[in-house]
């Protein structure tokens, strides 16, 4: 177990004995994780926020139960996947894609970018995001699952499989179905990675924009960071790379601030 984890692991002890410095230490540590799970698994931030709060409060609740059998980074992975795989059905996930039915939404409307656009590069990096987390939902939750916390996460098949609840040979099993199924979408369509295809993400920022999917004016997954980081998709060159391209997503200033209230006030105590 890292260092790192072993601290986590006291910390998250201590809370469990009801130390709420420690407690609210310990959310401090996961919560960008478990948003970047939800994110991931769900696509759409403002459902991502939620099932993030919601894990969070899970997490506050039940720390008592934790008892040392994995790195605590894992077990707030475990309620989070828990929690997330039963969750109602996201708003993107409500319209059922499939990887046919992305393909043909990815060759309708190709353009060259609108020059009266501002931000064009910004634009573009909203699109490659928006798409690649599309992508995942082209998957079933259990096979998305595995495939973020091995492929994206890159978490041992073991840690994996604690999260998943199922052996180490089912977890690897259903991440190389997903990445198998990903490596081929992507080879046939994506410009990114295979400079054949027609797809570009530059290009499919008109049509992103008319459908509403891309909002100039409220950008939902294009951070800071991530402004520094446009300009080197022409980089990205696999699967892998282009599926951890994303920038470091933190949980919203809303779900950090539910917390810090829930535990400052001990009414989480309430919960338990």
């Known amino acids: 177990m890292p260092a790192v984890d072993d601290e986590l692991a006291r910390l998250a002890l201590a809370a469990g004995s009801g130390d709420s ?4 230490q310990v959310v401090a540590a996961v919560r960008d ?3 970047r799970l939800a994110l991931r698994m769900l696509w759409h931030p403002e459902d991502a926020e939620d099932a993030t709060q919601e894990t969070l409060v899970r997490i506050v609740t039940r720390v008592g139960s ?3 059998e994995a790195s605590f980074r894992t077990w707030a992975y475990r309620v989070a996947a828990n929690h997330i795989l ?3 059905k996201s708003r993107v996930e409500q319209e059922n894609l499939t990887f046919r039915r992305f393909a043909t939404d990815l060759h309708e409307g190709l353009a060259d970018p609108d020059p009266s656009l501002p931000d064009a590069g910004l634009l573009a990096e909203e699109v490659k995001l928006g798409c690649t987390l599309g992508m995942l939902l082209c998957l ?3 096979h998305r699952l595995a495939y973020v916390l091995i492929d994206v996460f890159g978490l041992s098949s073991a840690e994996a499989a604690f999260i998943v609840g199922v052996t180490p040979a089912a977890v690897r099993k259903r991440a190389s179905r997903a990445r198998s199924r990903l490596r081929d979408f992507v080879g046939a369509h994506c410009g990114l990675v295979n400079r054949a295809a027609p797809c570009r993400c530059s290009r499919r920022v008109n049509v992103a924009v008319g459908t509403g999917r891309v909002q100039p004016g409220a950008l939902r997954f294009v951070q800071a960071d991530t402004r520094a980081a446009v300009g080197e998709m022409e980089r990205l060159h696999d699967l892998a790379s282009l599926m951890r391209s994303h920038p470091e997503y933190q949980a919203p200033e809303g779900v950090r ?3 810090r209230h829930l535990v400052s006030s001990g009414e989480y105590r309430l919960l338990q």
């Open 140 to 142: 079933d939750r259990d």
């Open 86 to 88: 039963n969750w109602r």
């Open 33 to 35: 994780d478990v948003y």
């Open 257 to 259: 601030a539910a917390l």
């Open 66 to 68: 934790y008892r040392g």
């Open 21 to 24: 410095t420690a407690l609210e």
